[in-house]
């Protein structure tokens, strides 16, 4: 069920809902604060091959996060805020009028 939500969001984020951004943030935030906590209680009992994909995953969600926000991201994020005729680079006629 959370998967199902989690791609919803990252839906919603795609179509430049800010709001999503946010909230898979402060999601992927919660997620790699806490898992560490959690594999402490599983140490025991998971392969190495276990161990090993949930680093991997533990920073690949660090990463995102990173990317999340990177200043491509945010231009992105704030291009989709725009009419669809406005553009955030001036054109060779000049920068975009304020209509």
């Known amino acids: ?3 199902i ?3 919803v969001l990252l839906w919603c984020a795609f179509r430049g809902k800010n709001w999503a951004r946010w909230f898979i943030a402060v999601w992927t935030l919660f997620e790699v604060c806490f898992s560490p ?4 209680r599983f140490l025991h009992t998971s392969s190495t ?6 680093w ?3 920073f690949l969600d660090i990463i995102a996060l990173f990317a999340l926000f990177h200043t ?3 231009l992105w994020f704030r291009a989709h805020k725009l009419p ?3 553009s955030l680079q001036a054109t060779a006629a000049g ?3 304020c209509d």
């Not at 906590?37 to 402490?40: E, G, H, K, S, T």
């Not at 091959?49 to 949930?54: L, N, T, Y």
């Open 95 to 97: 920068p975009a009028s």
């Open 1 to 3: 069920m959370l998967d």
């Open 72 to 74: 491509s991201s945010n």
């Open 5 to 7: 939500l989690f791609l």
């Open 56 to 58: 991997f995953d533990w």
């Open 84 to 86: 669809p005729n406005k």
């Open 37 to 40: 906590l959690a594999w402490v």
């Open 49 to 54: 091959f276990g161990a090993v994909w949930f």
